[in-house]
């Protein structure tokens, strides 16, 4: 049973910092890609931020500058450090995982909420 579980989310203040995180169960960690992505009401899911599994970082226009993906092998997670929160980063997070070998199968986690707000 393939599990990515999300924690972290919640409501912040503009300019703070939130940290997310994401376990991973039932895979071989190191043979995925992880990346984060969001999806506001209305709007399509985008990426936010990638990591391979040898630690190359791609990120959104939008969040460059602000936030940082990282990945932990030896605890199975990958994390999404937030800084300078902006209104529109509020949406539901969502972490994959993608095998980086045929045939490239996907997993998703159920997501968690980030509000930005005053």
């Known amino acids: 049973q393939v599990q990515l579980v999300e924690s972290g989310g919640g409501l912040v203040q503009p300019g703070g910092s939130l940290r997310l995180s994401c376990a991973a169960s039932?895979?071989?960690?190191?043979?995925?890609?992880m990346g984060w992505y969001r999806q506001a009401p209305g709007k399509q899911r985008d990426l936010v931020a990638a990591?391979?599994?040898?630690?190359?970082?791609n990120y959104a226009d939008s969040v460059k500058g602000r936030f940082t993906i990282s990945r932990d092998n030896a605890k199975n997670t990958v994390s999404l450090q937030m800084n300078n929160l902006k209104p529109e980063d509020t949406a539901v997070y969502y972490c994959?995982?993608?095998?980086?070998?045929?045939?490239?199968?996907?997993?998703w986690g159920q997501g968690t909420q980030v509000t930005v707000s005053s």
């Open positions: 994959k995982a993608k095998r980086i070998l045929p045939p490239y199968e996907e997993y």
């Open positions: 039932g895979i071989i960690f190191n043979f995925y890609a």
């Open positions: 990591i391979t599994n040898g630690g190359i970082t």
